[in-house]
């Protein structure tokens, strides 16, 4: 394999020190134009291209982020991914992109690799086993080490860093209002993400929209599905009270197995059992029918995620509070929810 052409080869070549080499390439006026025209073309004819790493490192930017995402094939994350990636790519930077598969152990690891290797700072989504742990030592002592760090959807009050965050309660509570208003009596929430934050959130806001319409909070009908139950088993459980008309499931994938699991049981849809849930997925659009959908906007969290991140990276020596800005939800009316 021929070796790639450096500024030290060439400097050797024409028997000249590497700072002219790399002056003459800038076009530099303290370089002759003879000698400049001489070095650009043998550069040219030896296929030479500058080591933007080594030239980053030398100004101590890398202009590289590590990017910890707890599960590639959840649909709001693929979607935060993109918007990063989208401002990244315009502030010329570039992803080391890493996934903890929701373990805690996978996450410190990951971490230690990232801070010791040439990045210039880290954007985050907790991993499920973390939250459950609730110990972020790791990312505390990342931040003690002076690496700039952006935590999105998944964050803890332990850590002093910026933050992006969906307003879940929120969300929850629009959406079980929507299913209130549309006529439904008794709506039942179903959980497979009872251990995370943002899932605690959306209960709350499903309890706040039931207060709010004098409706009595029974915890029979707040579902939560662990990992090793089988869900169809404890839905039909559920669903053999035929007085529940209506659904918010908090996790996408569970909106869908609902969907399969009800049109088997003949439900009408939505005229006798209408369902709501969380992420806007494409998946959703074009089941039949329709579900209804609290969406994130992941891109735009992934992008505000982003631009957080590479402002304190250049602006470093202009210090400034930690903010943690919060993304307000969108509910989309598909097939799934009666109209009202």
Same mark, same amino acid.
């Given at each position: ?114 801070k010791h290797g040439h990045l210039d700072g880290i954007i985050i989504s907790l991993a499920?086993?973390? @939250? ?6 790791? &990312? ?55 251990? !995370? ?41 559920? &669903? ?9 499931? &908090? ?7 609902? !969907? ?26 074009? &089941? ?7 969406? @994130? ?41 009666? @109209?009202?």
């Amino acid at each position: 394999m021929k070796k790639r052409i450096t500024l030290k080869d060439i400097a050797k070549n024409f028997n000249v020190s590497i700072a002219t080499v790399s002056k003459a390439l800038k076009d530099s006026h303290e370089i002759s134009p003879n000698t400049k025209s001489k070095i650009k073309e043998y550069a040219k004819l030896h296929h030479y291209k500058p080591n933007v790493t080594a030239l980053n490192l030398l100004n101590k930017n890398t202009k590289t982020i590590g990017v910890v995402i707890p599960n590639i094939m959840n649909t709001f994350f693929a979607k935060v991914f993109m918007g990063i990636e989208h401002i990244a790519s315009q502030k010329g930077y570039q992803l080391v992109s890493c996934i903890s598969n929701e373990s805690y152990e996978k996450e410190v690891k990951t971490i230690d690799l990232l801070k010791h290797g040439h990045l210039d700072g880290i954007i985050i989504s907790l991993a499920e086993e973390t @939250q459950v742990k609730q110990n972020v030592t790791h &990312l505390k002592n990342t931040l003690n080490e002076g690496v700039p760090m952006v935590m999105f959807d998944r964050v803890s009050d332990e850590l002093e860093c910026d933050k992006v965050i969906v307003n879940d309660l929120e969300g929850a509570y629009h959406a079980t209002c929507h299913l209130i208003k549309s006529g439904c009596k008794k709506v039942a929430l179903v959980s497979v993400i009872d251990n !995370l934050s943002v899932g605690k959130l959306r209960v709350e806001g499903y309890k706040k929209a039931l207060t709010t319409f004098n409706i009595p909070i029974e915890e029979r009908l707040i579902v939560r599905i662990g990992h090793h139950e089988d869900f169809d088993t404890v839905m039909k459980i559920i &669903l053999a009270d035929k007085s529940i008309d209506g659904l918010l499931c &908090l996790e996408e994938s569970a909106a869908v197995n609902v !969907l399969h699991l009800v049109k088997r049981m003949t439900y009408k849809i939505p005229e006798e059992l209408s369902i709501a849930c969380f992420t806007n997925g494409k998946l959703l659009q074009h &089941l039949s029918p329709s579900i209804s959908a609290i969406s @994130q906007h992941g891109k735009y969290i992934g992008e505000t995620a982003a631009k957080m991140l590479i402002d304190r990276i250049e602006n470093e020596d202009l210090p400034k509070p930690c903010e943690t800005k919060i993304i307000k939800t969108s509910l989309i009316e598909r097939e799934s929810t009666k @109209q009202f």
